[in-house]
């Protein structure tokens, strides 16, 4: 039987034509590597649930949600989420909301803390990493982990995405082998002056374009 999904207007799509739908944009090649793709997303706040939805429209075949923490108001005015969601489990709620834009993503879906014990177990098996943690310790902890213990995956991380400043000042850098680093590095919140979502959103937007250009095996393009 033809597996096949129901828009909000009652129109089918089997995974065959959403596939050639993507392939008409991106072209057949790189659309190939993309849905055999598999992402790890370690947290889903501002950065990795836009990071997850970018990646799920992009026809990425498999990503693996990581997120022990429930969604409160604070988180929406720059997280992929919405208020009937209040007090979900964000990888839960996440997952529901990427289902909307297609069944034919595979989602792995790990309501878990991230820790030095845990990360190397759910972090295997998969083509790329993306570090997107709210604090300076667990990406150090998550970066210095993957580094040592995973070197052979590449990893996507994020540093400096608060602020006002100009978008301009965010760029992705590779600061060694497998290692690419997103943002400006330096900004942090500041009392009266926290997180956009319009600057976190380009951050996350970079991330997720990293990972498609590895997918694809085009470094070059990753700096």
Not at 23 to 51: D, M, N, P, T, Y
């Given at each position: ?25 991106h072209g057949a090649a790189r659309q190939e590597r ?82 030095e014990e845990n990360f190397s177990s759910l972090l ?100």
């Amino acid at each position: 039987m033809q597996e096949v999904a129901s828009d909000r207007n009652g129109a089918a799509l089997s995974r065959e034509e959403w596939l050639s739908a993507l392939a008409e944009r991106h072209g057949a090649a790189r659309q190939e590597r993309f849905s055999k793709g598999r992402v790890a997303i370690c947290g889903l706040g501002g950065l990795g649930s836009r990071v997850a939805e970018l990646l799920t429209r992009a026809g990425v075949g498999y990503l693996r949600l990581l997120d022990f923490d429930r969604l409160e108001p604070t988180n929406l005015n720059r997280q992929w989420y919405f208020m009937e969601q209040l007090g979900m489990y964000k990888a839960e709620a996440l997952a529901e909301n990427l289902r909307r834009i297609t069944p034919y993503v595979e989602l792995d879906v790990h309501v878990v803390r991230i820790t030095e014990e845990n990360f190397s177990s759910l972090l295997t098996d998969v083509d790329v990493i993306v570090e997107a943690f709210d604090t300076a310790a667990c990406k150090a902890m998550l970066v210095n982990g993957v580094r040592e213990k995973l070197p052979q995956c590449p990893l996507v991380a994020a540093s400096g995405m608060a602020g006002f400043a100009s978008a301009n000042e965010m760029r992705v850098r590779r600061l060694s082998d497998n290692f690419y680093l997103c943002g400006d590095g330096r900004s942090d919140v500041h009392a009266g002056d926290g997180l956009y979502g319009a600057r976190v959103n380009i951050c996350s937007a970079q991330e997720a374009l990293t990972v498609l250009q590895l997918l694809a095996g085009e470094q070059s393009k990753a700096v």
